[in-house]
């Protein structure tokens, strides 16, 4: 099993920068890919970012979230993180930390962290 916890969420005004992060622990050791999702409300879950756990860290992002948005890693502390910059109201969504093994086909998920982007 593997258990994520993000943390970082909160209340933002427009334009503002938040980052979130997501903690891994237990059976980490096999995952391939983390990544964040969000929902808003009455929305389905969608992509945010995507980050492979291999040397070369490839990163994948939603159209909406490039060149505002940056995903990263530190191995160390099994932790990734998403730096929301320049924020909108639309970016309003509970986000949701994602881990995938790619051998075995399954994923998990961490129990959301609020991101409220309001004036």
């Known amino acids: 099993q593997v258990q994520l916890v993000e943390s970082g969420g909160g209340l933002v005004q427009p334009g503002g920068s938040l980052r979130l992060s997501c903690a891994a622990s237990g059976s980490i050791v096999s995952i391939n890919a983390m990544g964040w999702y969000r929902q808003a409300p009455g929305q389905q879950r969608e992509l945010v970012a995507i980050?492979?756990?291999?040397?070369?860290?490839?990163?994948h992002y939603a159209d909406s979230m490039k060149g505002r948005f940056t995903i990263s890693r530190d191995n160390a502390k099994n932790t990734v993180y998403l730096q929301m910059n320049s924020l909108e109201p639309e970016d309003t969504a509970v986000y949701y930390c994602?881990?995938?093994?790619?051998?075995?086909?399954?994923?998990?998920w961490g129990q959301g962290t609020q991101v409220t982007v309001s004036s």
């Open positions: 980050i492979a756990l291999t040397s070369a860290g490839s990163t």
């Open positions: 994602n881990a995938q093994k790619f051998s075995s086909g399954t994923t998990y």
